[in-house]
């Protein structure tokens, strides 16, 4: 069946570091790949997707290219901002199959 | 224009009650999944209505149920409910593609 692997968290930075949390995937079919964030009592928002392969997503700083041959899918930003500490879900839809599957989650903490 | 909407934002129950969560769906979508996020967990699949009818289903037993209305609306329904039960309960909306998160319903179960 479909599965998502995230880095395990929490991951701890300071303020303007560089940010990758890793993500591969298993999928039949072609998926669709998404990050989504959580702040702290809030529900799920949409970062950023991609829909195939090569295709990059991006959006507030965040960016994610959809790696086919790695199944990877790798959220980075090159200058985190406090206002950035949230929870990180990597996650797929196949088309026709709205149902998306998700990992697990990465806690990111940024200290100023 | 409102986004999805839950109620209600929490709840408490013991175990063996039953429970009726609810969701509204963002103007102009068709479509409601729901899915149960356990503390620390990345969001797990329920279900998902469209049309008034179940259209998937996860991997949840059947005391999980649940219900789409007319207006697209949906309840989720727990019976025989259990400890591990206790979850933030996210509904999503969507028409032919990207779906929206509701702000999710905490419930404990004691």
């Known amino acids: 069946g479909d599965s998502v692997t995230q880095m395990e968290g929490p991951v701890t930075l300071s303020e303007e570091a560089f940010l990758t949390i890793n993500c591969t995937y298993t999928a039949t079919g072609y998926p669709s790949l998404f990050w989504y964030v959580q702040y702290p009592g809030e529900g799920l928002q949409l970062l950023l997707k991609a829909t195939k392969a090569d295709d990059k997503g991006s959006n507030k700083g965040f960016e994610a290219t959809y790696r086919k041959e790695t199944t990877s899918f790798h959220l980075e930003k090159g200058s985190v901002q406090v206002s950035d500490s949230a929870v990180y879900f990597c996650a797929l839809g196949v088309f026709g199959n709205e149902k998306l599957t998700f990992g697990t989650g990465t806690r990111l903490t940024i200290i100023p | 224009d409102a986004g999805v909407t839950q109620s209600p934002t929490h709840l408490i129950k013991t175990r063996g009650q039953q429970v009726t969560l609810r969701c509204s769906p963002k103007?102009?979508?068709?479509?409601v999944s729901w899915y149960q996020q356990a503390l620390g967990q990345g969001p797990q699949f329920i279900f998902q209505?469209?049309?008034?009818?179940?259209?998937q289903r996860g991997n949840f037993p059947d005391r999980f149920s649940g219900h789409q209305f007319p207006n697209y609306s949906s309840e989720l329904n727990v019976n025989a409910l259990w400890l591990g039960d206790s979850a933030l309960y996210l509904c999503?909306?969507?028409?032919?593609?990207?779906?929206?998160f509701g702000p999710g319903t905490r419930l404990t179960v004691l």
């Open positions: 103007s102009g979508h068709d479509t």
């Open positions: 209505y469209y049309e008034e009818e179940e259209r």
């Open positions: 999503a909306s969507s028409f032919l593609g990207e779906q929206f």
